[in-house]
């Protein structure tokens, strides 16, 4: 099932993805998480949608980010071998953990801006994770058990703000630079953890980033069993699971976006997410 958070009425509501329409569920003003955090199954949300009486064309949607405001945002830096070594750091033995705030985070085709006088905004795209329910030490053989879905992400990096210190939290919570969605697929419609699935960035059409997900250092197990060891996880949260090869950091000459770009990312079997960049 597909589960998104769109505008409706000039309010926030969850919708279910049904063909070519988006259907309301829930109440106006609350988003997909608050369905996730009452305890609202797959099950329970397909039985809302069957007597659901309203709908919004697909093309006509207002997409906003499918979990408006997370308890945590949690970053995996690092998690693919190839973007360690393009980013000249030796591939870690333990996931490298980041913050993002909830004013960095972003919806599908919304226009990510570039900070003034910058010209280091960069792309990431990644396999986010919507974790159903939470717990501290969760164990890694239960870790899946704990997760509602799966999104598209984008962990776009100012890569100035980044380095001008050892820790990355600046470059990484820019407003606006953490586009998720369009949609949240449930855990049932992918292979456990997320595994084996192609992920792919496009920025203009052209292809810049390519990989599979089971190429991951640490998997989504791995992830949520390491992040619980110190804090609680609770429904809602989100993970952004770490970005492969091939951004524009790692490239020579480097390559970042700039106002009028379009940046697309694409994992298989749970969809297409789009951006474009505008000036500050």
């Not at 998104?4 to 259907?23: F, K, N, S």
């Not at 591939?91 to 010209?119: E, M, Q, Y």
């Not at 820019?174 to 855990?187: E, N, Q």
């Not at 960035?201 to 992830?223: C, K, Y």
Request: hydrophobic content about 40%; proline content about 6%.
């Amino acid at each position: 099932m597909k589960l998104a958070t769109i505008w409706v009425d000039g309010e926030p509501h969850a919708a279910a993805v049904q063909q070519q329409r988006l259907v309301p569920i829930g109440r106006p003003g609350g988003d997909l998480a608050e369905l996730v955090r009452a305890g609202v199954t797959a099950a329970d949300m397909a039985a809302l949608v069957a007597g659901a009486k309203h709908h919004v064309p697909l093309d006509a949607a207002q997409f906003l980010a499918p979990v408006l405001r997370p308890g945590k945002a949690i970053c995996v830096g690092l998690n693919y071998a190839d973007h360690a070594r393009e980013s000249h750091f030796e591939p870690p033995t333990h996931p490298t953990l980041f913050l993002r705030s909830t004013t960095s985070l972003a919806a599908h085709a919304s226009a990510v801006h570039r900070p003034s006088g910058d010209d280091s905004l960069d792309f990431e795209g990644e396999m986010v994770v919507v974790m159903g329910s939470g717990g501290r030490g969760i164990a890694a053989e239960d870790a899946l058990g704990h997760v509602f879905g799966y999104a598209v992400g984008n962990d776009i990096s100012v890569r100035e703000f980044q380095f001008r210190s050892p820790q990355w939290t600046l470059g990484k919570n820019v407003d606006g630079t953490g586009p998720g969605g369009p949609w949240v697929v449930t855990a049932d419609e992918v292979p456990a953890g997320g595994t084996g699935l192609q992920l792919q960035t496009r920025l203009n059409g052209e292809l810049m980033q390519s990989a599979n997900t089971r190429d991951m250092l640490f998997d989504v197990a791995t992830i949520i069993a390491s992040v619980s060891e110190a804090m609680t996880l609770e429904a809602g949260d989100i993970l952004f699971t770490g970005t492969p090869a091939g951004v524009g950091l790692g490239r020579t000459p480097r390559r970042y976006m700039q106002p009028g770009d379009v940046v697309q990312v694409q994992i298989e079997r749970i969809g297409v997410l789009r951006n474009t960049i505008a000036g500050a």
